[in-house]
Nanobody, 114 residues
Framework: QVQLRESGGGSVQAGGSLKLSCAAR????????MTWHRQAPGKERELVSS???????DYAESVKGRFTIAQDNLKTTLYLQMNSLKAEDTAVYYC????????WGQGTQVTVSS
């Protein structure tokens, strides 16, 4: 059974940093595409970053140079290091695993005050 659980969200001032974690159970990282998404109030969920089983990464233009995605295959944990946070980064952040189907975590709130 696949289970994804995010942690590390919180409140921070603009310019600050947060590191999100996503503990994954039942997921083979090498066989899945792992992603971070976010959804701000009144907006659609958007893809923030992705990492494939071979380690290749991609980022939304809005977070390039500020966010870094990584995964620990041994601990089966996905990370999102977020630096130079802006008020517009405020959202609920979700991790997802695209394997034979898509699995979602419950989300963690990130609030950036200006």
């Amino acid at each position: 059974q696949v289970q994804l659980r995010e942690s590390g969200g919180g409140s921070v001032q603009a310019g600050g940093s947060l590191k999100l974690s996503c503990a994954a159970r039942g997921v083979n990282f090498r066989g899945c595409r792992m992603t971070w998404h976010r959804q701000a109030p009144g907006k659609e969920r958007e893809l923030v970053s992705s990492i494939n089983g071979d380690g290749t990464t991609d980022y939304a233009e809005s977070v390039k140079g500020r966010f870094t995605i990584a995964q620990d295959n041994l601990k089966t944990t996905l990370y999102l290091q977020m630096n130079s946070l802006k008020a517009e980064d405020t959202a609920v952040y979700y991790c997802a695993a695209t394997c034979s189907r898509v699995y979602w975590g419950q989300g963690t709130q990130v609030t950036v005050s200006s």
